[in-house]
C-alpha cells in the first residue's frame, strides 16, 4: 500500500483559518498584532523567505514592516535597531531573517531581542524554556513538524523517534518536542554509526540534513511516519536521473524551470515505504511561516495582556 501524503498545505490552511478568528478578535479590542521582519543583505533563499513571511502577515491583516539595513551593517548598528524595534509598541515579533552577514555577530544580535518578541524563539531564554518545556516561544519550523503529527493524529507517547541532524534550528527543537510528547527520541548527525539502521527502528523519522534524497529504502522502517523538512535545489539532468528512479517528469520540470526541489528524503522510497510522509515542496515549508505567524499573535496577546495569551 502506498503511504498517505501529509498535506501540509491542507493544515497550514486549517490553522490560518484559525488564526484568522484570532486576529478578529484582538482587533475588536483594538490590537493589531506586529511583525517585524529584519533582511540583511542580498541571499536570494533569504529574500524569497522574507517576502512569504511579510505576505502571510498581511493575508492575516497583521501590521509589518520590511527593514533591509545594509549588508555591510555592524553588529552595533543591528544591536541599536533590535533596541529601537523592542521599544517600537506597533511590534510584537522581530524576525532576524538568517544567515546575518559574517561580520555581524549573529549570536549577540539574537540575544537582543525581547524575549517576548523573539517570535522564531532562538533567543537564549526561550531556547532554555523549550528544554525545561516551560511556556515560551519555539522556532517555527519544529513547531510545525509537531502541528503536522499531532492533526494527522500519528501517536506520539512512548514512539520510537530518530531525528536526522542536530542544528539549533530544527534537529535539537524537534527532539525536545518529541520527547516532551513521550517519544523516545534518538539525534543522529554526520558521525553517527550505522545511521541506516538507526534511522530503520524509527516509528516517526525526521530528516534535516540538507543533503539531497540522503534517505533512501534502508533507511525507513515499513509503516514509518517521515517528516522531511529539507529544501534541495537540483539543477542539472545527471542530479536528476541519480535522485529519481523514473525520472522523466520531473527532467520536464527542469528543463521547464531551471531546477527540481526534492528534499532530504528519496521520495519514492518514502511512497512505497513509509506509513506516512511530507512531501517537498508541499510539506513541512508552508507550516514554518505560518507558525512564525502563530507565535507573533500569541507575542501581541501576551505583552497586550489580551485574556486567554
Ligand atoms: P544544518 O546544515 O544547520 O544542519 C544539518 C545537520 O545535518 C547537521 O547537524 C549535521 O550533523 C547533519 N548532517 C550533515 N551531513 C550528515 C550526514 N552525512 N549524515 C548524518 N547527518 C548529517 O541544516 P538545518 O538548518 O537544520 O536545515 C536542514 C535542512 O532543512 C536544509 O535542507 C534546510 O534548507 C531545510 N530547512 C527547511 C525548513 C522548512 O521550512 N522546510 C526550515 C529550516 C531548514
Known amino acids: 500500500m502506498l503511504a498517505t501524503i501529509l498535506d501540509g ?50 493575508t492575516l491583516g497583521l501590521y509589518s514592516q520590511k527593514i533591509e539595513p545594509s549588508k555591510n551593517s555592524t553588529t552595533e548598528e543591528l544591536l541599536g535597531l533590535v533596541h529601537s524595534l523592542n521599544q517600537d509598541e506597533r511590534i510584537d515579533g522581530i524576525l532576524i531573517q538568517l544567515p546575518l552577514p559574517p561580520q555581524v555577530d ?16 532562538f533567543h537564549s531564554v526561550n531556547l532554555g524554556n523549550l528544554v525545561a518545556g516551560r511556556p515560551g516561544f519555539v522556532p517555527c519550523t519544529p513547531a510545525g513538524i509537531l502541528e503536522i503529527l499531532k492533526r494527522s493524529k500519528i501517536p506520539l507517547s512512548g514512539a520510537r523517534a530518530v531525528v536526522i541532524g542536530r542544528s539549533d534550528i ?12 513521550h517519544a523516545t527520541v534518538t539525534i543522529c548527525h554526520s558521525r553517527t554509526r550505522d545511521l541506516p539502521a538507526v534511522a530503520r527502528q524509527a516509528d516517526i523519522l525526521v530528516a534535516a540534513i540538507g543533503k539531497a534524497a540522503f534517505v533512501t529504502a534502508e533507511f525507513i522502517k515499513p509503516g514509518a511516519t517521515v517528516i522531511d523538512v529539507g529544501i534541495n535545489r537540483l539543477t542539472t539532468q545527471e542530479e536528476v536521473r541519480n535522485v529519481f528512479h523514473d525520472p522523466a517528469s520531473r527532467l520536464e520540470t527542469l528543463a521547464k524551470r531551471g531546477s527540481v526541489l ?18 517537498v515542496p508541499g510539506g513541512v515549508g508552508p507550516l514554518t511561516v505560518i507558525m512564525l505567524m502563530s507565535n507573533t499573535i500569541k507575542a501581541a496577546r501576551q505583552r497586550r495582556a489580551v485574556a486567554g495569551g
Open 170 to 181: 530544527v534537529g535539537k527543537p524537534v527532539a525536545m518536542l518529541l520527547l516532551h510528547e
Open 106 to 121: 549573529s549570536r549577540r544580535v539574537l540575544n537582543t531581542v525581547d524575549p517576548a518578541k523573539d517570535v522564531d524563539g
Open 9 to 58: 498545505n491542507k493544515i497550514r490552511d486549517e490553522i490560518q483559518a484559525e488564526l484568522l478568528q484570532q486576529v478578529a478578535d484582538l482587533k475588536r479590542r483594538g490590537v493589531t498584532p506586529g511583525l517585524a521582519a529584519v533582511l540583511v543583505g542580498d541571499n536570494p533563499a533569504s529574500q524569497i523567505y522574507v517576502r512569504s513571511k511579510v505576505q502571510a502577515s498581511e
Open 262 to 279: 526534492v528534499g532530504d528524503v528519496q521520495p519514492e522510497d518514502a511512497r512505497s515505504i513509509a506509513g506516512a510522509f511530507t512531501p
